[in-house]
């Protein structure tokens, strides 16, 4: 069936391109946007007067579109019916199509006669895959699927493709769109949900499709925090054990109720060290005296950094507030008093 479609198809393209058309292709590439694009694209399309023995009009909005009953049929059951049925269409030369918009079936048009040599971007997936969807052609939901496959995929279009790839009924269907649907899933998982659901097309997913996202990202970001949590707690737990170390220079002090009073183990907590800060305020003081340990002292900073006393009050709501802090360790990113907030917070959803 291909195969007898593309012989015409191919007589298309010949007359398609000695016909002075305003720059079809390219103004297509570039994704017309304004009307006047749009009406440069339409003027002078391929298909505006009679050529190679059309037999048929289709009419939208104020354009004509002259096409062969014969080509239709072969690429559409749907027109196939309509132009067999016992209906006015079946004899009718003249075919309105209301409701269509002219680029949208001039874009349709050209995929069905021109095929692979049609221009197909994203922007004309979103109206082909209806199109093809309504008149059931195979042939223009080839293009969308080899277009969807194809295209790049990143956080700025892969919620639009993500949608694409599910919203018709011949879509949804195509197996061939499977990798692409994966793709998109795998890639929003790792975006912020304030990016996932500020993309217009968020809201056109359907339930399934939407439903997967959140669920995607949310486990992601379970099993992301089961595993940060474990390590968060050991780190802060190795913190505290370094710095009561008998060397250390004792800017931490230990809690007598969860830490032995003597012993090999005195370093070591008996107990985990959320519960220990949710119920013990002496535990929850050791976390701020190593907070404050992590930070030079503003007013008697050394090139150490060390050796001031073992409770600073200095990070409090004091009278300092207005120098940055200056932590005694590298990187950009650095804990504080939050830290026992959190270890909390995290801990219920542990
Ligand atoms: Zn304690």
Known sequence: MEETVGQPADAVIAADQERPIQSGSDAAAAGTECDKQLEEQIEGHPFCEPWEDSD????????????????????????????NSQFKEATATVIPLPGKKENEVLDFLKALYLKGTAEITLKKVRHLLKLADE?????????????????????????????????????????????????????????????ITGKSDFKNLNRDSMESVLVRRSKRLETCLKGVYPQLVGLVEYCLFMKLDRYASGEVSRCPQHFPRGGRNVNKANRDLVQRI????????????????????????????????????????????TAPKEYLYGGSYHFDEELITLLKDIDKLY
């Open 278 to 321: 949710r119920k013990c305020s002496v535990c929850r003081g050791m976390i701020q005296q190593l907070v404050s340990s992590s930070v030079k002292k503003q007013s008697t900073a050394t090139a150490s950094g060390y050796g001031f006393p073992v409770l600073s009050q200095s990070l409090g709501a004091g009278s300092r507030v």
């Open 56 to 83: 048929l009009v289709l009419t939208v909005e104020d354009d004509t579109f002259y096409v062969h009953r014969q080509i239709l049929s072969l690429h559409s059951p749907v027109f196939k019916a309509m132009l």
């Open 135 to 195: 008149y059931q052609t195979q042939g223009v939901l080839d293009l969308c699927v080899k277009c969807l496959r194809d295209v790049p995929k990143y956080e700025d279009n892969v919620v639009t493709i993500l949608f694409l790839a599910t919203d018709t009924v011949m879509a949804r269907n195509d197996c061939r769109l499977d990798g692409v649907r994966r793709e998109c899933e795998t890639l929003v998982e790792d975006m912020e949900l304030a990016d």
